[in-house]
């Protein structure tokens, strides 16, 4: 092995067990940069839902927007996997790279199928030149993958730079992981999403999505449900309770980290019931909770009192401190 090669691998699991996690795989990339010789990345999580449609479930780019991938989301679908366990998807390296993992492929864009969109989206972004790998996994419905992206029409991606793509990009991956699971904070229990303050997923545990989807039912990754973020955010502790979860966060450098639970309080309701006995904790009246909620105070008497049955209180002020205790 070429010297500066070992040294940089040396380097890449070194600051994984030091370095920032927010600045990561923007530094390793930028070492990478040295070796392949490309303008910008993307790092991306997927997983085929049961219907077969393949969605990202983290995402991470590398000098470019963000634009970039809420874009790509909302025209151009990632692709399927069919009974048979072929993949189809509009992008043919997507397609080739999860049936054949561990293979680096590279293509410029004038060589891609004759798809009038993908080829904006590719132009629109400058990336004309690309290399892309679906890393080995022995689950066959999931697939992490790196894209390596130059913006000229000339200096294309050769069978070199694949072959040296193979060997280091499985080293990036794997330190990116490790520098998820050991810095700080990620090394605490119960470390679930980590995101920019953008609401861009860069790492999820797979768990907490069926989590997340109870309390937005519409919600699909990589991109954390506004709403959620800015009550994070917002709120003096950086606590959120919702009917199906609750879930506390943490700025680090400019992302964040945010720990989640199911809550087996707001589960036991209905989602009627659990937004009332929120008003009534804090200490709103019959008629207060019936203007906002556009129902009669009768309906939200009965509701609480369904709440106090389900709960076991007796009244507003044990329901006031169950539901801040939840929170802390």
């Not at 043919?92 to 798809?115: E, F, K, N, V, Y």
């Not at 913006?151 to 294309?156: D, L």
């Not at 609480?304 to 802390?328: C, F, M, P, Q």
Request: net charge neutral; charged share 25%; glycine share 6%.
């Amino acid at each position: 092995m070429d010297e500066k090669l070992s040294y940089l691998i040396l380097d890449l699991y070194d600051e994984a067990q030091n370095c920032p996690v927010g600045e990561f795989a923007g530094r390793s990339l930028g070492k990478l940069k040295t070796f392949l010789k490309f303008d910008s990345a993307g790092i991306a999580s997927f997983a085929a839902a049961p219907d077969g449609a393949i969605n990202a479930n983290a995402a991470y780019v590398y000098n470019q927007p963000l634009e970039k991938i809420t874009y790509r989301q909302g025209n151009i679908p990632t692709g399927r996997i069919l009974p048979n366990g072929k993949i189809i998807s509009r992008d043919p390296m997507i397609a080739a790279c999860w049936q054949d993992r561990g293979r680096s492929r590279t293509t410029p864009l004038a060589d891609m199928a004759a798809d009038a969109e993908l080829k904006h989206y590719n132009k629109k972004f400058d990336t004309i030149q690309i290399l892309t790998v679906a890393l080995k996994s022995p689950a066959y419905r999931k697939a992490d993958y790196i894209s390596l992206w130059r913006a000229g029409s000339k200096n294309s991606f050769d069978g070199t730079d694949a072959k040296l793509a193979d060997f280091l990009l499985p080293h990036l991956h794997k330190s990116i992981e490790i520098n998820k699971r050991i810095v700080d904070p990620l090394n605490r229990e119960n470390t679930v999403i980590f995101c920019s303050k953008n609401g861009f997923i860069h790492f999820i545990d797979e768990a907490i999505i069926d989590i997340l989807q109870e309390e937005w039912s519409e919600w699909t990754p990589p991109i954390l449900p506004r709403s959620f973020l800015d009550s994070l955010l917002q709120s003096d502790k950086h606590r959120y309770l919702g009917q199906a979860i609750i879930a506390s966060a943490e700025t680090v450098h400019d992302f964040i980290v945010i720990r989640i639970a199911p809550n087996p309080i707001g589960t036991m309701m209905t989602r009627a019931e659990f937004q009332v006995a929120l008003y009534a904790s804090e200490g709103m009246s019959y008629k207060e909770i019936a203007r906002v909620q556009g129902v009669s105070p009768s309906t939200v008497r009965n509701q609480l009192h369904s709440v106090y049955d389900k709960t076991g209180l007796t009244g507003k002020v044990e329901l006031a401190n169950l539901l801040r205790g939840l929170i802390g």
